[in-house]
């Protein structure tokens, strides 16, 4: 099993910013595309942003696209999520997951972490 952990979450104001960060447990990332998920409360999960094995290649849900910004650092077995003009639509828990292939299309989840929860709130 491929094991990630999430970090970084944290109540922010609306407006403000805040990275997540992914790293990987037992094994290296280097060959798995990366996904952030959210699942807001009474909400369904939703695909928030992918990056690729290499990192050449990236993936926004409109909703994020222009605020938020997905990065890995390999030689760190890290992959982050720099979020900024948060709003409280962003509000959830969020999760990354590694994918089943190197791309992010398709994106198919190999396992679940506990997540890290971020509430945008004045």
């Known amino acids: 099993q491929l094991q990630l952990v999430e970090s970084g979450g944290n109540l922010v104001q609306p407006g403000g910013s805040l990275r997540l960060s992914c790293t990987a447990s037992?094994?290296?990332?280097?060959?798995?595309?990366i996904g952030w998920f959210r699942q807001a409360p009474g909400k369904e999960r939703e695909g928030v942003s992918c990056i690729s094995s290499s990192g050449d290649s990236t993936d926004y849900v409109d909703s994020v696209k222009g605020r938020f910004t997905i990065s890995r650092d390999n030689t760190k077995n890290t992959v982050y999520l720099q979020m900024s003009s948060l709003n409280t639509d962003d509000t959830a828990v969020y999760y990354c997951?590694?994918?089943?292939?190197?791309?992010?299309?398709?994106?198919?989840?190999?396992?679940w972490g506990q997540g890290t929860q971020v509430t945008v709130s004045s």
């Open positions: 997951p590694a994918g089943s292939y190197t791309t992010c299309s398709p994106f198919l989840v190999r396992s």
């Open positions: 037992g094994f290296t990332l280097d060959y798995y595309a």
